[in-house]
């Protein structure tokens, strides 16, 4: 069984294919990469993955009835949603227009939270990976980096402010 994926980390969207080999084993694509996870459920919502030689320990929560995930791992977290074969073909048709209309370096909530700590200013340079704003959700402290180099333009919220999922937190031109 094969299934689409989009991953989402709040400041870029990844597209992957996920194919149950069995007994756990699964093989994972994403363009031309190809890897083999094998997944073990330690609890209700915690598991062990294996990749490429490397265990990771992940926690999964339900962030709403649309089937969108909450995935921590490392310390980082990310946004994930399950799409059937029709919405991946959705998806695959208007991705180059919701990419436009989001902008390239919007960094957003991945979340309902709150905003902890602005790292930045406006006007700031800041590098890929750097950390932008921290929002506290499910009673956690999360760090939001950027995906991309660049100068911060607009900080859209404030240290205290209730942040809704999919919001616009920074804008990196």
């Known amino acids: 069984m094969r299934t689409q994926f989009v991953l989402d980390s709040g400041a870029d969207e990844r597209r992957l294919t996920v194919e149950e080999l069995g007994d756990g084993v699964y093989r ?7 890897i083999v996870v ?15 030689d490397q265990g990771h320990d992940v926690l999964v929560e339900r962030v709403d009835e649309g089937g969108s995930l909450l995935v921590h791992r490392d310390g980082g977290f990310a946004t994930v949603t399950l799409l059937d074969e029709r919405q991946a073909a ?10 436009g209309a989001r902008g390239a370096g919007a960094v957003r909530a991945p979340m309902p939270g ?6 930045v200013k406006a006007g700031d340079q800041v590098s890929a990976g750097q950390g932008i704003i921290i929002i506290e959700a499910m009673k956690m402290e999360n760090e939001l980096r950027t995906a991309s ?15 809704e999922a999919g919001e616009n937190l920074v804008l990196i031109e």
């Open 114 to 119: 709150k905003v902890v700590k602005t790292l």
């Open 38 to 52: 094998d997944a073990r459920r330690l609890g209700e919502s915690e598991y062990h993955l294996l990749c490429e």
């Open 149 to 163: 180099d660049g100068t911060v333009k607009e900080i859209r919220v404030s240290e205290g402010d209730a942040v």
């Open 28 to 34: 994972v694509t994403q363009g031309e990469r190809e």
């Open 90 to 99: 959705r998806l695959s048709l208007s991705a180059g227009a919701r990419r």
